[in-house]
């Protein structure tokens, strides 16, 4: 089945600086990596995700990037504020039409420190 | 405006019960899905439905077991439960097509004593 790995498992930047989190994934058949984040004591709420088709997606501080080649995707936060201290959650799915479930990374806990 | 709800956000429970985790969704998703959540582990899948009476196993499923009878709700039943079972349970739910991708509630904090 499909692995998806995450690095790193922590993260500590000044508010300001960027972040990057880093994933990849085992299965050349997935086509579908959307990014969760989870506040504390909150549930998981999707970010941004992109599809296979495409190479980068921005919106506003953020942008995932996906590598098919290499099959690794980024999350990208730009000027970090602190309400941007949360895990944060890599996934992968497969393509396919029976195949309806994600496959999640170990997730990062994002520090921004005013 | 809560779309995916579990019914407990706390829950105690002896070694040996039957625990039934309720999950319901008003958002018309065909797929719903019940993972665990445990510190440096992420996000397990337990067992997922992409249809009414329809259930797959996911990574975990060992000591779970599911029910789906109506589309807006999905059952996680631990048959006895043990302590290492103790964990937050997630409930999600999405269209089959995965536009906007999950929706998550709120979780299930469990205890088993």
């Known amino acids: 089945g499909e692995n998806v790995e995450q690095h790193p498992s922590t993260l500590s930047v000044q508010e300001g600086d960027s972040a990057v989190i880093k994933c990849t994934y085992s299965?050349?058949?997935?086509?579908?990596f959307p990014w969760y984040k989870q506040e504390l004591g909150k549930r998981p709420q999707l970010i941004i995700d992109?599809?296979?088709?495409?190479g980068e997606k921005k919106d506003q501080r953020i942008a995932v990037t996906l590598n098919k080649t290499a099959k690794h995707f980024s999350l990208h936060i730009t000027e970090t504020q602190p309400e941007d201290s949360a895990v944060y959650f890599c996934?992968?799915?497969?393509?396919?039409?029976?195949?309806?479930?994600?496959?999640f990374g170990k997730g990062t806990l994002l520090t921004v420190n005013p | 405006d809560v779309k995916v709800t579990q019914s407990s956000r706390y829950l105690v429970k002896r070694t040996g019960e039957k625990v039934f985790l309720e999950c319901v969704q008003d958002?018309?998703?065909?797929?719903m899905f019940w993972y665990r959540q445990d510190p440096g582990l992420g996000l397990r899948l337990i067992y997922f439905?992409?249809?009414?009476?329809?259930?797959e196993k996911g990574d975990i499923p060992e000591g779970y077991s599911v029910s789906r009878e109506k589309k807006e709700r999905f059952s996680l039943i631990l048959e006895s439960a043990s302590t290492n079972q103790t964990s937050m349970y997630l409930c999600?739910?999405?269209?089959?097509?995965?536009?906007?991708?999950?929706?998550f509630g709120s979780g299930t904090r469990l205890t088993v004593v």
């Open positions: 999600a739910s999405s269209f089959r097509d995965f536009r906007g991708g999950y929706t």
């Open positions: 299965d050349s058949a997935s086509n579908y």
């Open positions: 439905s992409y249809d009414v009476k329809m259930k």
């Open positions: 958002m018309d998703h065909e797929n």
């Open positions: 996934a992968a799915r497969r393509s396919g039409g029976s195949n309806y479930k994600l496959t």
């Open positions: 992109i599809r296979s088709n495409v």
